[in-house]
């Protein structure tokens, strides 16, 4: 379902028909495109591979690596996509000087560019920290991490940086600038019935606002629940100073915690768009022409 809802999302944002700017289609598309990557490398390849296709060459440890690493760009391709749509957003809303000249196509094509190029990079190291976790016949199979990772310091360094950018800022400035946007839109709506001496329920520019606070509200909570226990999990692992378990073990508590963290942030690249999308009226009606396109073509083909 989440893959549909993506490549959907993909095709009708690329086709320009939803009534918005083309700064704006090009975040939504590059969302919707890094959301996709995320569900078809960690959950189709990785996850139903390695339950229904256990020994597959996926399996082996090179290709599981280079999976774990394609994983990782993806995931913070989506997240830091995500924090520069906002950060777009709130120049668009609460910094007017400065609208005219970052909120561009050319601004959001080089900060798309850059925070791609940038996750290629700063993951390519995980490649390096898997290890054979069984090795048959001479064939490595499945990933291990290194007991080196939890041990030298450049490896834990580099270990708390990954974190420290993915999730926690991001979502700290998803967070921040959230409150301040809803602090500016309040202020804006006093500011506004003050001059039209209206009630809000008159005023459809208020109602557009509050609708603009909802919607700011949802993407910061749904960001904070879907990440959480993956970071209550991090703090969890640092604590006991225990590595993370690469094994299938479903009786294992620690196990279960760092599945179940998983679990949710990959719920995360499922939801973005119909947060950020499907709230548009274009964009739900052009979900219907084209679910009813082949149909229309099919009539129209039978008629004289």
Same mark, same amino acid.
């Given at each position: 379902?989440?893959?549909? /809802?993506?490549?959907?999302?993909?095709?009708?944002?690329?086709?320009?028909?939803?009534?918005?700017?083309?700064? *704006? #289609?090009?975040?939504?598309?590059?969302?919707?495109?890094?959301?996709?990557?995320?569900?078809?490398?960690?959950? *189709?390849? $990785?996850?139903?591979?390695?339950?229904?296709?256990?020994?597959?060459?996926?399996?082996?440890?090179? /290709?599981?690596?280079?999976?774990?690493?394609?994983?990782?760009?993806?995931?913070?391709?989506?997240?830091?996509?995500?924090?520069?749509?906002?950060?777009?957003?709130?120049?668009?809303?609460?910094?007017?000087?400065?609208?005219?000249?970052?909120?561009?196509? $050319?601004?959001? #094509?080089?900060?798309?560019? +850059?925070?791609?190029?940038?996750?290629?990079? $700063?993951?390519?190291?995980?490649?390096?920290?898997?290890? @054979?976790?069984?090795?048959?016949?001479?064939?490595?199979?499945?990933?291990?991490?290194?007991?080196?990772?939890?041990?030298?310091?450049?490896?834990?360094?580099?270990?708390?940086?990954?974190?420290?950018? +993915? @999730?926690?800022? @991001?979502?700290?400035?998803?967070?921040?600038?959230?409150?301040?946007?809803?602090?500016?839109?309040?202020? /804006? #709506?006093?500011?506004?019935?003050?001059?039209?001496?209206?009630?809000? #329920?008159?005023?459809?520019?208020?109602?557009?606002?509050?609708?603009?606070?909802?919607?700011?509200?949802?993407?910061?909570?749904?960001?904070?629940?879907?990440?959480?226990?993956?970071?209550?999990?991090?703090?969890?692992?640092?604590?006991?100073?225990?590595?993370?378990?690469?094994?299938?073990?479903?009786?294992?508590?620690?196990?279960?915690?760092?599945?179940?963290?998983?679990?949710?942030?990959?719920?995360?690249?499922?939801?973005?768009?119909?947060?950020?999308?499907?709230?548009?009226?274009?964009?739900?009606?052009?979900?219907?022409?084209?679910?009813?396109?082949?149909?229309?073509?099919?009539?129209?083909?039978?008629?004289?």
């Amino acid at each position: 379902m989440s893959v549909t /809802a993506n490549l959907v999302a993909i095709i009708i944002l690329s086709r320009g028909r939803c009534n918005l700017s083309r700064c *704006i #289609s090009y975040y939504l598309v590059a969302v919707a495109v890094s959301d996709f990557l995320v569900i078809l490398t960690a959950v *189709i390849f $990785k996850r139903i591979g390695r339950i229904y296709f256990r020994y597959s060459v996926m399996s082996t440890t090179p /290709a599981s690596a280079l999976s774990a690493v394609l994983i990782y760009i993806s995931r913070d391709c989506s997240v830091w996509l995500t924090a520069a749509f906002t950060i777009d957003r709130f120049v668009v809303i609460c910094w007017q000087s400065l609208k005219v000249r970052y909120c561009t196509e $050319k601004t959001a #094509s080089i900060v798309i560019g +850059t925070i791609c190029a940038l996750s290629c990079i $700063k993951n390519l190291p995980f490649y390096f920290v898997c290890q @054979p976790l069984v090795i048959v016949d001479g064939v490595p199979w499945f990933c291990d991490i290194k007991s080196t990772y939890y041990t030298l310091p450049a490896w834990q360094a580099y270990h708390w940086l990954d974190r420290i950018l +993915t @999730p926690f800022l @991001p979502f700290f400035l998803i967070f921040l600038l959230n409150i301040l946007t809803v602090r500016h839109i309040l202020a /804006a #709506s006093r500011a506004r019935r003050r001059l039209r001496g209206t009630e809000d #329920s008159g005023d459809k520019e208020i109602a557009n606002r509050r609708r603009s606070i909802i919607l700011l509200f949802a993407i910061s909570l749904s960001f904070l629940l879907l990440w959480v226990t993956y970071v209550g999990n991090f703090v969890f692992v640092r604590a006991i100073g225990k590595g993370y378990i690469s094994n299938l073990n479903f009786n294992d508590p620690q196990y279960i915690l760092q599945e179940t963290s998983i679990v949710l942030t990959l719920l995360s690249s499922c939801n973005n768009v119909f947060i950020y999308v499907l709230s548009q009226n274009k964009f739900r009606e052009e979900v219907k022409k084209m679910f009813l396109c082949p149909f229309t073509m099919l009539i129209s083909f039978i008629k004289p």
